[in-house]
């Protein structure tokens, strides 16, 4: 049981859930907690609480939950559904080295 109050989120859908014991973005850690009275045993996720920029978010779900599509497997990690394992290279030239300013075109 997990209690969520965004307001586009509805019984049977797939969502991403992290457990207590997990550890968002910026050190927040998941841990049962009562909210207005009642056992909530972890959180459903929004793509800002995973870390994700704004400016790759869809703006018609910026304020609340991303729904997997129904054919989503269950239990299948957010990383590789949203397709964030992808490997990112961050290259810098050096002002010396005009030269691979022309090959990086």
Do not use: W
Not at 72 to 98: C, K
């Amino acid at each position: 049981q997990i209690i969520c109050g965004a307001p586009n989120i509805s019984q049977g859908q797939k969502v991403a859930v992290a457990k207590p014991g997990a550890t968002l973005p910026g050190n927040f850690k998941i841990k049962k907690v009562k909210l207005r009275g009642v056992e909530s045993n972890g959180m459903i996720c929004s793509l800002q609480e995973l870390g994700i920029e704004e400016k790759y978010i869809p703006t018609d779900i910026a304020d609340g939950i991303f729904v997997f599509q129904d054919d989503a497997p269950v239990g299948e990690s957010v990383v590789s559904l949203l397709n964030l394992d992808d490997a990112i290279l961050e290259l810098d030239v050096l002002a010396n080295r005009a030269d691979a300013l022309l090959l990086m075109r």
